[in-house]
């Protein structure tokens, strides 16, 4: 793939400049496209059914899915360039009811080719990585039918040209999330992550749902092309409902995307095994969220300008507060959590302030060195059987290959000059500068400083100093590092799609969609100076500090962990009681009296109308056997049965067994009927 | 009844004395009496039919009826060891059904006789001859008579049968 | 001679034989009863027969039918009493009720 893009390159590099207005439709690419969401979901499929007899439990069905994705996305990204860029819709009927049509429509432009390279790549790297993470481990084929299955969502989500099929892959993934963060369920707490992170979720879900059903019916249908003309036309009807719309579908953006206040579970989530956290809570599933504000983005910049602020606030609210977090962590897991969670925040505000294309590539270019930092991760814990920095140190030695791509996505973190984090952070920066947010710059520029001193921080304590801990660290094997070592080639190479100046690649790639350009933000056309250098300072400040308070080693690892102000740190470190304001605030009312006061109710109201039903029946039968059965028509029954028997009992005094008696009867009855025939004669 | 003719004189008589001498056989205490009475109810029997003119029948009465049947009833008294003499055990106590339905019947045979037949008489002419009558047996009543010779013969053989003491014993 | 003389005479002698068919306890005696009523169906044949001046002398056939028929029944009656006498000692009809109730 490096090759691939090397002899590309040039030829990418030069695609850069000019607006293409007309698009092409993709061809049989595009038509075809819909593989691309089936083959994972099939191959979901076929792990469960029958993973467990394949030699590796089915994980070489996984990562041939994942694999022909990236291949396939690849081969669009370079068709788009080459060409005159897809925009493409397709839909095909899958059922019908009576009247009504089941129709799967997909879209293939450049927001969503990009997404699927992303998802496909990463992912391929992920599952490589998780074939040789995943030795040993408890329930192999379970992992992987989730994990695939998490990857036919997150496509489908990506893929979707209606809004109803975007929520069908974001519950989807949200499902797969639930599934692999639990994946040790043996443990309370990995199952309590898996039901927060759901929980939160949902919560936030809500929002999304009713958003997606206002901007449904306000506009007569569900499908993309159609919101987005009516976005373009104006329309007054969409107009009155764009703010409220907006913020409905911020909100569940916020809850998949882990934003103030719905980030609760993110750092939780780290419970699952690394390669979930890589590729799901780093690159992926998280990217949701900004996918969806990408995706509505003219709705956003055209209509509602409000619900634009407050998306700048709230991603602006959400860097800052996870950075600070960042710093406190001693689970090296965590760091990167609460770094993942600034960096969303980051994308978040970008879009807040109308940097489409700069958000967007910072989505891009995160993916690749955050879930290389994962992996990197993984391959520590899984030498030194441990999650904490506490027992690490010194693994540089013992690690190099781990040592060295780990440096090179911390670097790109950090955002050092000529690394893909730097040129999509810079712009990021420029586009608070120039949009006039300057208190956001300024946020946006300590917590710059902030991530560069976490990230030295993490790897001095990890790498630097003497191995701490008990074991033997080693290196991890090839399958695990080769991922890695492709993920740093990306963490390096990926930037140049988008210098200011000189390359727009990026940029005519995500703007290549229905909608005009004019709706999707502006582009930079050089660099901006300013950012450029006060984020370049605020970078060499948190490497220099960091440097100069976790380089050198101590007895212990908490003894190297020399800052610690006052007041701050006992707040940090409870994570500002969020966590316990929602679990007494929220968590226990409802359990305790909510819950208690629904049971009531189901005891006593519930049940006492199902219990009086079974008791009036009872009675009823009662009645009826007693009453009407026995009583009533035996008493007819057996009464006449008595009766004969009692007629009988009396008549046969008539047998006497005396033939006089007999005979005399009979002349008496010959008697009579002679009598009778004379009278009647007479 | 025209008491000026001869015949109903004797028809006077001879009626009364079968009747007396039935009410004695249904009512004697004395078998030996009760069959005797018999014989004489039969006896008036005959002369009734010879006023009728039936003359053989009279004499069939006489020959079968007084001569073998009453002779069978007193072979029959007297292995049953009625005793000879009186008896007060002859008649149940209740009789009184008996009574009313007796005096019913002949109130309505005889009521009904005389409210059909009144006043008509019998013509004097045509005594029937015994070759008539033979004539008749052979010719249109043969049948009735194969099967009354049969019942004779059932009868014979069911008496002997039913009354002979068992070979074992 | 009136037809109905004769009958009347038959009705009596019938009726007082039923009289003694009904009343009478020993079986003998019983059937002497059933001769009276036999007779006296005789004498209404017979007069029926006169009456009506029958060429074949239907009633005096069947006057004669009926003595022989009389003598077969009171032959196998009596042969009955005998077994019945030599069973129980006793001629009584009343206690032949084994057919009772």
């Known amino acids: 793939m490096v090759t691939a893009a090397l002899l590309a390159g040039p030829a990418i590099l030069a695609a850069g400049g000019e ?45 041939g899915a994942v694999a022909f994705v990236a291949v396939y996305g690849t081969v669009l990204l370079f068709s788009t360039w080459m060409g005159d860029g897809i ?21 293939v432009d450049g927001l969503s080719i990009m997404m699927f390279f992303v998802v496909g790549v990463v992912s391929t790297a992920c599952f490589v990585y998780a074939v ?120 569940g953006a916020m809850g998949k995307s882990a934003q103030f206040p719905f980030h609760v579970w993110l750092p939780d989530a780290m419970a699952g095994p690394t390669p979930v956290s890589a590729l799901m809570h780093a690159a992926t599933m998280v990217t949701a969220g900004v996918y969806l504000i990408a995706r509505m983005f003219p709705l956003f910049e055209h209509m509602a300008p409000d619900a634009l602020t407050v998306v700048l606030v709230i991603g602006t609210i959400t860097l800052v507060i996870a950075g600070l977090l960042a710093i406190v962590q001693d689970d090296i897991k965590r760091v990167l959590a609460y770094s993942t969670l600034s960096q969303l925040g980051y994308m978040v505000a970008a879009l807040g302030a109308g940097a489409y294309t700069a958000g967007l590539f910072h989505l891009f270019t995160h993916a690749f060195f955050k879930s290389l930092l994962f992996l990197g991760a993984g391959s520590v814990i899984h030498a030194v059987h441990s999650n904490n920095m506490s027992d690490m140190g010194g693994l540089r030695k013992d690690m190099p290959r781990t040592f060295w791509t780990f440096i090179i996505g911390s670097a790109a973190l950090a955002g050092v000059p000529f690394l893909a984090g730097f040129f999509s952070k810079d712009e990021i920066l420029a586009s608070f500068n120039e949009g006039g947010h300057s208190i956001v710059f300024l946020l946006g520029v300590i917590t710059a400083f902030i991530t560069a001193l976490y990230m030295t921080r993490a790897v001095s304590l990890t790498f630097f100093g003497e191995y701490k801990g008990d074991g033997h660290p080693h290196e991890s094997p090839a399958v695990m590092t080769v991922p890695m070592l492709g993920l740093a080639g990306g963490a390096v190479l990926v930037g140049y799609l988008n210098v200011p100046g000189f390359t727009s690649s990026f940029y005519n790639l995500v703007t290549t969609r229905s909608v005009s350009h004019e709706l999707l933000g502006e582009h930079a056309t050089s660099f901006d100076i300013m950012a450029l250098g006060v984020g370049f300072l605020a970078l060499v400040l948190g490497i220099a500090v960091g440097y100069r308070l976790y380089y050198r080693d101590a007895p212990t690892q908490k003894e190297r962990d020399r800052l610690r102000i006052p007041v701050l740190w006992p707040l940090l470190e409870n994570k500002y009681y969020i966590d316990d304001l929602y679990m007494n605030g929220i968590v226990n009312p409802v359990k305790g009296p909510i819950a208690r006061f629904i049971n009531w109710t189901n005891s006593y109201i519930i049940d006492l109308v199902v219990n009086l039903a079974g008791l009036f029946t009872k009675g009823l039968g009662r009645f009826v056997y007693g009453g009407l059965d026995q009583r009533g028509i035996d008493l007819a029954i057996n009464e006449v049965g008595a009766g004969a028997g009692f007629l009988g009992g009396k008549l046969r005094y008539i ?22 025939f004379w009278i009647s004669i007479t | 009844m025209d008491l000026g003719l001869a015949q109903n004189w004797f028809f006077l008589v001879i009626g009364l004395l079968m009747v007396v001498s039935s009410l ?49 009833f007193l072979f029959g008294v007297m292995i049953t060891r009625v005793g000879v003499g009186r008896s007060n055990t002859l008649d149940h106590p209740n009789s009184w059904p008996a009574a009313v339905i007796a005096i019913a019947t002949f109130s309505v045979l005889a009521g009904s006789a005389v409210a ?47 009354a002979r003491k068992d070979p074992e014993s | ?70 003598a077969a029944e009171v032959g196998i009656g009596l042969a009955i009493v005998l077994l019945i006498f030599r069973n129980r000692a006793s001629a009584n009809i009343d206690e032949l009720d084994a057919l009772k109730w």
């Open chain 1, 132 to 251: 040789g993470y995943m030795e040993g481990d408890v329930r192999p084929t379970a992992f992987f039918a989730s994990f695939t299955l998490f990857a036919g969502a997150m496509l489908m989500l990506v893929s979707a040209a209606n809004l109803i099929q975007l929520l069908i892959g974001w519950e989807l993934v949200g499902v797969s999330s639930y599934l692999l963060i639990g994946h040790y369920w043996e443990q309370k707490e990995n199952s309590s992550a898996g039901m927060k992170a759901f929980i939160v979720n949902k919560i936030a879900d809500i929002g999304l749902m009713i958003g997606i059903i206002i901007a449904g019916i306000t506009v007569g249908s569900f499908t993309l092309s159609t919101i987005m003309d009516k976005v373009e036309e104006s329309d007054a009807a969409l107009d009155d409902v764009a703010v409220v719309v907006a913020v409905l579908l911020f909100i």
């Open chain 1, 19 to 63: 607006e293409a207005v007309h698009h092409s439709d993709g061809g049989v690419l595009a038509s075809g496209a819909w593989l691309i969401v089936l083959v994972p979901f099939v191959a979901a499929l076929a792990i469960t059914l029958f993973g467990k007899r394949l030699p590796r439990n089915g994980a070489e069905l996984a990562v």
């Open chain 1, 87 to 107: 925009v493409y819709e397709g839909a095909v009927t899958i059922g019908q009811f009576g009247g009504f049509e089941v129709e799967w429509a997909w879209v």
């Open chain 1, 655 to 676: 047998q006497t067994g005396k033939v006089q008696q007999y005979a005399g009867a009979l002349f008496a009855g010959a008697l009579v009927l002679v009598i009778g």
């Open chain 2, 116 to 162: 059909f037949f009144g006043d008509e008489k019998i013509d004097r002419i045509a005594a029937v001859r015994t070759s008539d009558i033979g004539t008749s047996i052979f010719d249109r009543f043969v049948v009735p008579f194969e099967v009354v010779s049969f019942v004779l013969l059932a009868a014979l053989i069911g008496g002997i049968v039913l």
């Open chain 3, 1 to 70: 001679m009136t037809i109905a003389q004769f009958l009347v005479l038959s009705a009596a002698m019938f009726s007082i034989g039923i009289y003694g068919v009904l009343a009478r306890r020993n079986a003998v005696l019983v059937l002497l009863s059933v001769e009276l009523m036999l007779a006296a169906v005789n004498i209404n044949f017979v007069a029926f027969g006169r009456h009506m001046a029958d060429p074949i002398a239907g009633g005096q056939v069947f006057a004669l039918f009926v003595i022989t028929v009389a």
């Open chain 2, 24 to 72: 004695v056989v249904v009512t004697s205490r004395n078998v030996m009496h009760a069959a005797l009475m018999l014989v004489a109810a039969l006896g008036g029997s005959a002369g009734i039919f010879i006023l009728l003119g039936a003359e053989f029948v009279a004499a069939v009465v006489v020959l079968v009826y007084i001569g073998a049947i009453i002779v069978l």
